[in-house]
């Protein structure tokens, strides 16, 4: 049997860049992580190490950052189309391009209430992501969000399970929920205003996640995107990762106390992880 | 010459712990991580294996998860003080206590703009910090900010300085300034209220950096303490670390592009680290 | 349009367990993260909060831990299986399990030459990884290493690439090669001894990457898969991720001194990735 | 009360480098990380933003890569004496420079058994760190280890101590002993071969842990700081950081197993910190 090269990509990760974009009463500043992975007929630089059809990792970054200068105006999304277009234009042995966006939250600094204009605070763990593939024939646009941390302290139990010789677990009708969610949704077609579209779709994520009285993650989990799939009908399906960030009742039994689900462990490990995609059928 | 033992001290760290405060018309999550560290007469101990005055790290966290039980009401500065109180009084060999408190930072979710009674957001990386130092004569109590990640994308520059055969650096008068500051200040005596002068503090802290027309990251950094020294007098001593996350002009002229101030590589290594304590004399 | 769950998972990750096993004249240790995926028919679960089909991912933990007692005797591999077939017997709306295995290693501390009975060093940050991916009709067993951080200061170039408008990089016949290697590899059935086959491969891959007269990491990549498919018929497929961690010549000009190759910036990101998979047809 | 500058510090950290350095039958390959501290007379820096007396950190950065060109040639201990001395003889208002330097520890592969002349793999966490600290009047020079990670399976109990009402551990004879050190020795002088005797230290630490019957950590911690002072005259003092990585036994008995000394939970947080310093008197 022959030996042959399979799948395979190659590009450069962890382009960090930051623009700063000058308003006339304020500064804005977009800071983002750019990753490039193209796919495409690169037999030969394996097999025979003939690197003619290879555009260097080095010059995706210059591109990068010179298209930054000129097309970072608007979303991510937007963004990452047009490097998408260019690379998949300028590269004929390329015949997928995938671009990973990853935006950073700067907000404005209140100063006594007042935004300032060109002061900024990190606004957290959590990222804004826009992926492209695009291929010659096919176009696709996704968004997400990372490392969104949230936690709700009622409206969430677990009761009901399989037990079995292994089972220490009690069923509880009321615990904290706590999740750092990676969030992944495909559009039928690129939003108008993808921003304004995150945005609102963001917002429905966190009040299903609020509002929802919780059998289980799963259950929370499928709420989450059914919801979104139900306002926004430009989605045609949605991918939650919901690691369980356990805290965990502490014993206060051998003290002389009780621990009306007051004070927890809050652990990182273990952790349940849960995942699930809705998706119209 | 004897061989002896010298400065030592032991305790747990990383004890994870969150509280869950039921009010009548929201909940209130706190999530804090607590390090304690005991300093006394233990020369037995290392010198002889002899445990006899070691109160085990496994005990000091039990105490801690009993202790949130029923004294985590208030500000992990007042919590804090109850803790070295309690190690120190029933722990004969200890001379020293250091209790520091780390609290991460939860909002209630804004849904439709109203806050949710008991949904939340993490707040970011930004973490207050307590640190009770308590000795049989003496009491330190000090707090302060970690990860406080901030930038501003003018009134900073960096001109004026020693030239020598090594330099490349360009002098600017107008460059991007971000740092993630580690901030602790003593406090004379308790503050009545630790959570609002803290807030107070860090309100300080971000106008001056906001507002300080920079001509370096030390200028910055003596102007935000001297701001807080001036405004808060029960602060005796700030100090601040100020690593310098620097935002790099990419050069585009090889591309035929100019680069006003607007393209940035942003880097987290090499990076300056400017370190200054602020006083009264 | 109707609104549905596609493909789902969920599972305890983490699952952090070390094993003391008594040889009459020396010990060995065991350490090892366990992560369990189990997917199935969980509808109910999530559309409607039902649990009664639901292992909770706690008892899997307990699972584990109760099994390394028995069971974990020999290689990762042979307790993955163990594993994947429990769960899968034991809970009939399972349909696929999927145990991953990650194995710190710890080498017996040499104390004058001679390896000790019972004091061991970590032996960095290279990890065996086991995958058991079992089904009701199939079993599929692979095998890896994690973060095999690996260089060579020669025989490496890169030549003869696309040059554009963004090309800055300059040719190089002479260049350090640094990666760290993410490898998965299939086998088409269990080995006898997985421990002395994955040694095998791990050798074959060192001595490739060593002895590899490189034109590129694509190059390389595909020289190291090769060479295991030509000697291990037991492995069907092999996977290769191998993130470019480049050495940057700096440049020294500026200062009057010449740079044959010698001194170098370090650096973490941005990165090259290169990934590809070879197989046999 | 006037408000004034007191202690302050700045310079440029992680500066990454490596170098090859070519011997006629194999390469080796130095890969270090460089952190650079000078104290002064930087008052005016501080209050007015006069920087006629600033060296800027990038100016240290590209001192460190010239340098590492022609002063690279031996061990991190005399590139250190180098550099301090540089920084100290060039800038009049420095007093007081702190050179760290962290050395990544790559080992030539072994092919077939025989050392590969020019491929290398990582040599794990641990690190050798070379800190030489140099004012106007005085030179210290300091060694040391960070995560030396390294762990027994028996010869460790903890027994014999306080027991109070918040006290659930149970003693034991025969524990798992783990943990992940940074140490820190000073010299009197600096040795002649700093690698030799950095080597030989880290032997001794080795051995003097895996042969000691360990009554705590605090007991094994002196063992192995008196060890060193014992045998290297021209240490005069010793610091250890050993924090406790608890391998906890998992209660096996709800599932009808018994767990004598076999299976661990493998924990992270919390941990014992127990640190000291060892020295002559």
């Known amino acids: 049997m022959a030996i042959h090269l399979q799948k395979n990509a ?55 950052y010179a298209f930054a200068r000129q097309h970072l105006t608007a979303s991510i999304e937007a963004f990452g189309l047009i490097l998408a277009g260019h690379f998949l234009e300028h590269n004929p042995p390329v015949c997928d391009v995938r671009i990973t966006l990853t935006e950073y939250c700067w907000k404005r600094l209140l100063v006594e209430g007042i935004p300032h204009p060109y002061a900024f605070i990190n606004g957290g763990s959590e990222k804004h992501i826009a992926i492209v593939s695009k291929s ?73 996640f609020a509002w929802h009285k919780s059998l289980s993650v799963q259950h929370t989990l499928y709420a989450m995107g059914e919801s979104v799939l139900r306002a926004f009908p430009e989605v045609t399906t949605i991918t939650l990762q919901m690691p369980n960030k356990h805290h965990i009742l502490f014993n206060l039994q051998p003290f002389g106390l009780d621990n009306n689900n007051e004070v927890f462990i809050a652990t990182d490990e273990p952790y349940g992880l849960i995942s699930g995609t809705v998706s119209r059928s």
Chains 1, 2, 3, 4 share one sequence.
């Open 136 to 208: 010659r024939q096919n176009l696709l646009l996704s968004a997400g969000i990372d490392d969104l941390l949230i936690l709700k302290t009622t409206d969430s139990g677990f009761e009901g399970y399989i037990r079995d010789q292994y089972t220490t677990l009690k069923e509880t009708a009321d615990r904290i929920l706590s999740t750092s969610c990676n969030i992944r949704w495909d559009y039928d077609r690129a939003p108008e205003d993808p921003d304004a579209t995150y945005n609102a779709i963001r917002q429905d994520l966190l009040r299903s």
């Open 10 to 64: 190659y590009g450069k990760n962890a382009i960090n860049l930051s623009k700063v974009i000058r308003h006339p009463d304020h500064h804005e500043i977009r800071h983002l992580s750019v990753d490039i992975a193209l796919e495409g007929d690169f037999e030969a630089a394996h097999t025979a190490g003939d690197n003619s059809s290879i555009l260097p990792t080095d010059t995706m970054k210059n591109t990068v």
